[in-house]
Nanobody, 128 residues
Framework: QVQLVESGGGLVQAGESLRLSCTAP????????MAWFRQAPEKDREFVAA????????MYADSVKGRFTISRDNARNTMYLQMDNLTPEDTAVYYC?????????????????????WGQGTQVTVSS
């Protein structure tokens, strides 16, 4: 059974926006360090964005800085990825991930190995 569920993917044209959501099974995830990753066709999975237990502590891949925004709503057990000014290079399956064992001082981390709980992925396709 998947621990996290992504939604919000779809097909858009270059320059448009999408907002992805990731819902968690319980409030325990409100204490988790979380992140978004993506995997494009014929490529390895790569880091996109991460958020620490502190809502103001975030990290972004260089390729999405200034265009994507990661956030979370602990009351709704939900994490978001707002994606603006999308390009065809953003086409990928997007996954959310959580490290529920993160300590209070844990900072955003781009390594896949940090995260033990994953969603099923949601497809984002950006046409030219």
């Amino acid at each position: 059974q998947v621990q996290l569920v992504e939604s919000g993917g779809g097909l858009v044209q270059a320059g448009e926006s999408l907002r992805l959501s990731c819902t968690a099974p319980s409030r325990t995830y409100s204490r988790a360090r979380m992140a978004w990753f993506r995997q494009a066709p014929e490529k390895d999975r790569e880091f996109v964005a991460a958020i620490a237990r502190s809502m103001g502590n975030t990290m972004y891949a260089d390729s999405v800085k200034g265009r994507f925004t990661i956030s979370r709503d602990n009351a709704r057990n939900t994490m978001y990825l707002q994606m603006d000014n999308l390009t065809p290079e953003d086409t990928a399956v997007y996954y959310c991930a959580a490290d529920i064992n993160a300590i209070l001082s844990a900072t955003p981390d781009p390594r896949e190995s940090v995260y033990d709980y994953w969603g099923q992925g949601t497809q984002v396709t950006v046409s030219s």
